[in-house]
């Protein structure tokens, strides 16, 4: 396992990770740091729990409509990007949290 940092709402997280998927993460961070962004400028300025809450509010909230989108095409998710999916969500959550 490997251990990056991760800067989101201004606050530096420690993770492990797999060798391989540093990249990975560092991306998923850009995805949420950008989130924050956008619930700060719609919100106005909040601390980073809220800050974090809203990002995984705007991210579950675009989860639901790929979902919905997906049903209504007649498209499933696949096992595997579903699973992510709700990986990403659970780690949020827990960030969230504190």
């Given amino acids: 396992m490997n251990r990056i940092s991760l800067d989101i709402a201004g606050h530096r997280y420690d993770i492990a990770c797999r ?8 991306g998923l961070a850009r995805v949420i740091e950008n989130k924050v962004a956008q619930a700060t400028d719609a919100m106005g300025r909040m601390d980073a729990t809220r ?10 909230d675009e989860l639901g409509e790929a979902r919905a989108s997906a049903v ?27």
Avoid: K, N, P, S
């Fill in 72 to 98: 209504e095409t007649g498209a499933a998710l696949d096992d595997a990007t579903f699973d992510r999916l709700e990986t990403i969500a659970v780690r949020l959550e827990r960030l969230a949290a504190g």
């Fill in 19 to 26: 060798a391989g998927q540093e990249g990975h993460f560092l």
């Fill in 51 to 60: 800050q974090l809450l809203f990002a995984a509010l705007l991210l579950a």
